[in-house]
């Protein structure tokens, strides 16, 4: 179980931190989360120039997409038990990841608001210390290494992504794309399209069992 070491001066910055839209279009977390998601890149990327003073721009860059990619921030908001707290409207199966993942951005955000800047990364950095030590060598991005796989494996081929129908609100989009290679697919679902093939990518790496 993750701690958060921080104490809320406005604890109405907290309720509306773990608001999602779904519950309340009027007051909801969208805003903090639009903060938040800043604070917590250039905090993360600061944690990561110190921690791997050795290493390349595009190297850093990998370890950064893995530690501020949904996948990453849902679990931080497990660990920290807010699947709990958070209010939220009718939660699908493909959206749970996606609103825990905006709740803990939200809830960065909410303390750099109620505590300053000073206080959010070291919210931050005391959580992602450990999660970013945990790989000693750079991390291949799932696009990057699916790639590399498919060119061996299937004499040099590539695979190829395909633009799926967004779902969800206007507002707030879920873009979905699928990968096809080596006569498999997966599909993906993303807030970005980048992000949507990225988690396709993923996928297609578990079914191809690499």
């Not at 309720?15 to 890149?41: I, K, P, W």
């Not at 931080?76 to 707290?85: F, I, W």
Request: a negative charge; proline letters at 3%; charged letters at 20%.
């Amino acid at each position: 179980m993750v701690k958060l070491n921080y104490t809320f001066n406005d604890l109405s910055l907290l309720d509306l931190a773990l608001t999602q839209s779904g519950a309340d279009a009027a007051h909801n977390n969208e805003r903090l989360e639009f903060v938040g998601d800043r604070v917590l890149g250039l905090t993360v990327a600061a944690l990561l120039y110190k921690m791997f003073p050795n290493e390349s721009e595009g190297e850093l860059a990998r370890r950064h997409a893995m530690l501020v990619s949904t996948d990453t921030l849902a679990t931080v908001a497990n660990d920290m038990g807010l699947a709990r707290r958070v209010r939220h409207g009718h939660m699908t199966a493909g959206r749970i990841q996606h609103i825990l993942a905006d709740a803990t951005e939200a809830l960065f955000g909410a303390i750099f608001l109620d505590g300053g800047f000073d206080a959010a990364c070291a919210v931050i950095t005391d959580i992602w210390r450990d999660l970013a030590a945990r790989d000693v060598v750079a991390p291949k991005d799932p696009k990057t290494a699916l790639q590399e796989f498919v060119q061996r494996a299937d004499n040099g081929n590539l695979p190829v992504y395909e633009y799926l129908p967004a779902t969800g609100a206007s507002h707030n989009p879920v873009f979905n794309v699928r990968v096809s290679a080596m006569g498999k697919s997966a599909t993906g679902a993303g807030t970005s399209k980048k992000g949507a093939s990225i988690a396709a990518a993923d996928e297609l790496l578990k079914i191809l069992a690499i």
